[in-house]
């Protein structure tokens, strides 16, 4: 993957009403921007845009249902987004640690 993909697919996840928006597919096995704007406080037509990026981003598949489209979870580049966020949260965990060993340092310098 693309910095310029990551960037796009940590966007999309990093918003509160895509990420309810995927529970949602998850938990039902889809759905349409009607449907999903049902459960959500948010128009259709807002909804059908955040499903817009979705796609684009891989993490959802649409496929004709009448004259909607229904969407479904990519579960892979779900997992995919997953795994880089543990990645990063790992790397982060690290730095923090060494942040604090520096402090203690620092403090137990003061304290002599």
């Known amino acids: 993957m693309s910095d ?6 940590w966007s999309a996840v990093g918003d509160p009403t895509r990420r309810r928006m995927l529970d949602l597919m998850l938990a039902e096995g889809g759905g349409t921007a009607t449907t999903l704007s049902e459960r959500l406080p948010v128009t259709r037509q807002a909804v059908a845009k955040h499903l817009q990026l979705l796609e684009r981003v891989g993490l959802v598949h649409s496929a004709a249902s009448g004259r909607e489209r229904r969407f479904r979870v990519d579960e892979g ?21 060494r942040i604090k060993r520096i402090a203690e340092a620092i403090q137990r310098g003061q304290e002599n």
């Not at 310029?4 to 697919?9: F, G, M, N, P, S």
């Not at 580049?77 to 640690?97: F, G, H, I, K």
């Open 4 to 9: 310029t993909v990551d960037d796009e697919l």
């Open 77 to 97: 580049q779900l997992a995919r987004a997953v795994e880089q966020l543990s990645s990063v949260t790992a790397a982060w965990d690290a730095r923090l640690q």
